[in-house]
C-alpha cells in the first residue's frame, strides 16, 4: 500500500533515493503491530495516524527535497502524552522526528526513512499573558499569527515575524531559532526566550519555564535547545518576552540600478531613521518579478530596475515613523541612490508591499525545483555570490532563475537555483560543496536562520572547530545516549 502512494507522487522523491549513501541505522528496531498497539492506547481516536495517504503530508518538507517514510503519526495533546511517547521511544529503540509546522528548510522536519513523527500541532494552549511585564507563556503547538493576533489584544507583538508565520507554530521557531523580518530591531528568537519547559529523550521533564526576565542562576539550561533542531529534547512550552506593539507604521520600497545603491541607501536609512527602523530587506530583479508573477500582479508599484530594497519603520507615533521615511525617501532621490519609490499610504498599500517579499519562497516553489541557500555574509560580498553563481549555472540549459534577496540588515542572503524539470543531481555537484566553501572563506555562515537539518549537516565543519564540534557532540550523547531523536541531521555523527 505504502509504495503505491509513493509512486502517485511526482513532485519530490524519497530521501533514500536522493541520498544513496545515506543508510538506515540498525541502532534503531522496526516499528511493530505492538508498538502501534501501545500508542493507540495512549491517545484517544485519530490522534495515531497509520494510513499511509494521511502520513504522506507529514512525511513531504515544504519546499519538497525530501521525503521520508514513516509509517506512524503521534499527535498528542498534552505534556504527559509526549513524556509517555518519548519514554516509550526511549525503552525501545525508536527513532522520532519532532515537527511542528512543517515549514522548515532544511530537511530537518520530516524523517529520513521510517522515523516516527511526533507532531506538536495539538499542543496548542495559549496560556497565559502577563500584562505587567508583557510575557506569554504559552504551549509550543500554536501557531505563531494566532498568537501575534492574541498578544496584540494587550498591546503587544510577537518579537518575530516571517512569512510562514500562519503555519509555523512557536516551538519548531524556537527549535530553530527563527530570524526573519525584524531581527534588525528584536534580535533573533532567542533574545526573547525567557523559558523553556522541555521533554527530554528518556521522557523526563526539564522544567526551565521561567518568565522573569534576569536570571543569573548557573548555567542556561534553556539556551542548547534553541536553535538545536529538535535533536536534544522536544520544545513543548515557551515563555516569551514581547514587544509593545507601535501604534506608528511606515513602509517604503524603493528600486536601485545597482547592489551599491541598495547598500548606500541601507547606510543612509540607518542615518536618517535611526532607532525607527524594524525591516530592511532586498530583492534582485529575477526574485521580484518571480514574486509578482507568482501574486499575479501586472501592475508593478514602481518603475522597474536591477534591485529592489523595503524599508519598515516603527515607531510610538504614526507621524515619526512615517516622518523619517519621507525624509529618507527624498534624500535617496536626490543622492540618486534611488531610481523610483514608493511610501505605503494605508494598511492595503502596506500589506501589498510587504507581500511582494513574504511570498517569494511560494513564487520560488512554484518555479521548480528549489535548490535553496541562506547565508550570513559581509555585506559588500553578498551579491558577488549571486553573480557568481549565475555565471556557474550558465553551462545547465534546465536552470530556471538564480535569485538572490533577504535580510540585508543582517547581512543574511537568501540564494536560489530553480531548475525547471525537476531535482538535477549535476546541478547539486555544480553547487555543492563549491558554495558552501566560498561562504567559509568569507568567514560567513553555512546558515543564517535556517538551520541544518539534513541539507547541511555535513558541511557544519566549515564553520566550526574540531573542539567546537566534539563538544556539540558530547552534549548530544549527554541528553540522548541512545540517539533516537532526530537523527542523521544537524550534527555529522556515526550511529551505531
Ligand atoms: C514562506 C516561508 C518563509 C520563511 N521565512 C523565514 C524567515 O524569514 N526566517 C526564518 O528563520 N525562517 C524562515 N522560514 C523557515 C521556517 O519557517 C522556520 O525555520 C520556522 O521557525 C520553522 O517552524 P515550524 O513550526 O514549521 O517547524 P518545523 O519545520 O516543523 O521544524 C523545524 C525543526 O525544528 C524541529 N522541531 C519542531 N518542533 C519542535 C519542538 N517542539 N521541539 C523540538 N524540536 C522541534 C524539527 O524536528 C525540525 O528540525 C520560512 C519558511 C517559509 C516556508
Known amino acids: 500500500m505504502w509504495s503505491q502512494t509513493i509512486r502517485r507522487l511526482s513532485t519530490s522523491a524519497l530521501t533514500r533515493v536522493r541520498h544513496p549513501k545515506l543508510r538506515r541505522s540498525t541502532h534503531y528496531a522496526t516499528l511493530t503491530d505492538k508498538d502501534v498497539s501501545f500508542f493507540e492506547r495512549l491517545l484517544s481516536s485519530g490522534r495515531t495516524i497509520t494510513n499511509p495517504d494521511e502520513c504522506l503530508p507529514f512525511n513531504i518538507d515544504y519546499i519538497k527535497s525530501c521525503q521520508g517514510q514513516s509509517q506512524l503519526v503521534l499527535r498528542p495533546k498534552t505534556v504527559d502524552e509526549v513524556q509517555a511517547i518519548l519514554r516509550y521511544c526511549n525503552e525501545h529503540q525508536l527513532a522520532v522526528c519532532p515537527q511542528s509546522g512543517n515549514t522548515g528548510l532544511s530537511g530537518g522536519s520530516v524523517p529520513v526513512f521510517d522515523e516516527i513523527i511526533l507532531s506538536l500541532r495539538l499542543l496548542n494552549s495559549i496560556g497565559n499573558f502577563d500584562e505587567n511585564s508583557g510575557v506569554l507563556t504559552t504551549d509550543a503547538g500554536c501557531v505563531l499569527e494566532k498568537l501575534d493576533t492574541h498578544?496584540?489584544?494587550?498591546?503587544?507583538?510577537?518579537?518575530?515575524?516571517?512569512?510562514?508565520?500562519?503555519?509555523?507554530?512557536?516551538?519548531?521557531n524556537v527549535a530553530t531559532n527563527a530570524g526573519g523580518l525584524r531581527v534588525v530591531r528584536f534580535g533573533s528568537l532567542r533574545s526573547a526566550?525567557?523559558?523553556?519547559?522541555?521533554?527530554?529523550?528518556?521522557?523526563?521533564?526539564?522544567?526551565?519555564?521561567?518568565?522573569?526576565?534576569?536570571d543569573n542562576t548557573g548555567i542556561d539550561l534553556k539556551q542548547p535547545f534553541i536553535g538545536s533542531e529538535g535533536i536534544l529534547g522536544i520544545v513543548t512550552r515557551v515563555a516569551l518576552?514581547?514587544?509593545?506593539l507601535m501604534s506608528g507604521v511606515g513602509l517604503g520600497f524603493f528600486a536601485c540600478s545597482s547592489f551599491e545603491q541598495i547598500l548606500s541607501t541601507m547606510r543612509l536609512a540607518r542615518k536618517i531613521c535611526g532607532e525607527t527602523l524594524s525591516a530592511i530587506e532586498f530583492l534582485d530583479e529575477s526574485t521580484y518579478n518571480l514574486s509578482l508573477k507568482y501574486l499575479q500582479r501586472t501592475n508593478k508599484p514602481i518603475e522597474s530596475n536591477k534591485f529592489y530594497i523595503l524599508i519598515e519603520t516603527m515607531s510610538s507615533t504614526d507621524e515619526q515613523a512615517k516622518a523619517t521615511l519621507e525624509k529618507l525617501a527624498t534624500t535617496a532621490l536626490e543622492k540618486e541612490f534611488v531610481t523610483d519609490g514608493t511610501l505605503a499610504q494605508d494598511l492595503t498599500q502596506y500589506k501589498d508591499i510587504w507581500a511582494i517579499r513574504e511570498r517569494v519562497s511560494d513564487a520560488l516553489v512554484a518555479d521548480g525545483y528549489v535548490f535553496k541557500y541562506d547565508f550570513s555574509l559581509p555585506t559588500s560580498r553578498m551579491y558577488k555570490l549571486v553573480e557568481e553563481t549565475e555565471e556557474r549555472m550558465k553551462q545547465f540549459s534546465n536552470v530556471g532563475n538564480v535569485t538572490g534577496f533577504g535580510h540585508l540588515g543582517d547581512q543574511n542572503l537568501h540564494l536560489n537555483v530553480t531548475v525547471k524539470d525537476g531535482y538535477s543531481d549535476d546541478i547539486k555537484q555544480a553547487l555543492e560543496p563549491w558554495l558552501y566553501e566560498w561562504v567559509a572563506k568569507e568567514h560567513g555562515s553555512v546558515s543564517a536562520e535556517h538551520g541544518l537539518g539534513l541539507h547541511k549537516s555535513k558541511y557544519l565543519e566549515l564553520n566550526k572547530g574540531k573542539h567546537s564540534l566534539e563538544l556539540m557532540k558530547q552534549m548530544k550523547h549527554m541528553f540522548d545516549p541512545k540517539c533516537i531523536l532526530n537523527p542523521y541531521k544537524v550534527l555529522p555523527y556515526k550511529i551505531d
Not at 526566550?193 to 518568565?211: A, I, N, R
Request: net charge neutral; aromatic share 2%.
Open 151 to 172: 498578544v496584540r489584544q494587550y498591546g503587544h507583538i510577537m518579537p518575530i515575524d516571517l512569512g510562514a508565520k500562519g503555519s509555523c507554530l512557536i516551538g519548531g
Open 193 to 214: 526566550v525567557l523559558g523553556l519547559e522541555v521533554v527530554l529523550p528518556d521522557g523526563s521533564l526539564l522544567d526551565c519555564l521561567t518568565s522573569i526576565r534576569k
Open 241 to 244: 518576552a514581547c514587544p509593545s
